[in-house]
């Protein structure tokens, strides 16, 4: 059980276009959804927080107009970045916590994006 | 000062060996404490959920936290080359929703 899937999981795009990401709770559902962006050997860093039906809450530093969360329903949750650049670069993993949980995660496999 | 502090290693071991791996943490609200394992490219996984202080124990792995020195421990046994991957300390606190800190993770290497 708790099993989140991510697609894609792995995009490579032109500078200037824009990519969504979607993250899957496949046996579950999911009250809230986090998304979170990895560097290399370094640790997550959480992006934004995600509940169904309302807007994304986002971590300081991180922009909502150019990382756009939306989480529509119990178990969908998508991320656009728009106009990417090159510095957008990197892997992003998706959460999601079950209803039933106070605050487990359980996370996606990952998107690896490469903006050229 | 980080919130969680995690030696990022690379931590050798032989196949076989017990490993200890290590967080230590300056929040004193923090009463939830996860371990993930996260292989290279791939999403980190759930191996253990512990609350407040104490050991609990799944297989090879056993948690120990302890809240009075703010240090918490992943002890595995029986190490196996399988378990080469990264792991990190994960934590929050209980009042209200609460979002999860994580730590750096440590690079684990178990060699045949």
């Known amino acids: 059980g708790a099993v989140v899937s991510q697609h894609p999981s792995w995009v490579i795009c032109k500078s200037g276009t824009s990519v969504k990401i979607e993250c899957r709770s496949l046996d579950f559902q999911a009250t809230t959804m986090f998304w979170y962006r990895q560097f290399p050997k370094q640790s997550l860093m959480l992006m934004a927080t995600?509940?169904?039906?309302?807007?994304?809450?986002?971590e300081q530093g991180v922009e909502k107009d150019k990382f756009l969360i939306n989480h529509a329903s119990l178990t969908l949750s998508t991320l656009t970045v728009t106009s990417a650049h090159p510095e957008d670069s990197s892997f992003y993993i998706c959460?999601?916590?079950?209803?039933?949980?106070?605050?487990?995660?359980?996370f996606g496999p990952g998107t690896r994006l490469t903006v050229l | 000062q980080k919130e969680v502090e995690q030696d990022p290693g690379p931590l050798s071991v032989p196949e076989g060996a017990i490993v200890s791996l290590n967080c230590t943490y300056s929040?004193?609200?923090?009463?939830?404490f996860m371990w993930y394992r996260q292989y290279s490219r791939k999403g980190p996984e759930l191996l253990m959920y512990t609350y407040s202080s104490g050991n609990k124990e799944d297989g090879r792995f056993t948690a120990q936290v302890d809240k009075s020195s703010k240090y918490i421990s992943l002890f595995i046994r029986d190490s196996q080359p399988s378990d080469s991957a990264t792991y990190l300390c994960a934590m929050s606190g209980d009042t209200g929703f609460q979002k999860l800190v994580f730590g750096t993770g440590t690079r684990l290497l178990v060699s045949p």
């Open positions: 995600s509940n169904e039906g309302s807007k994304a809450t986002y």
């Open positions: 929040n004193s609200a923090f009463q939830y």
């Open positions: 959460s999601a916590k079950p209803g039933t949980s106070y605050n487990e995660q359980f």
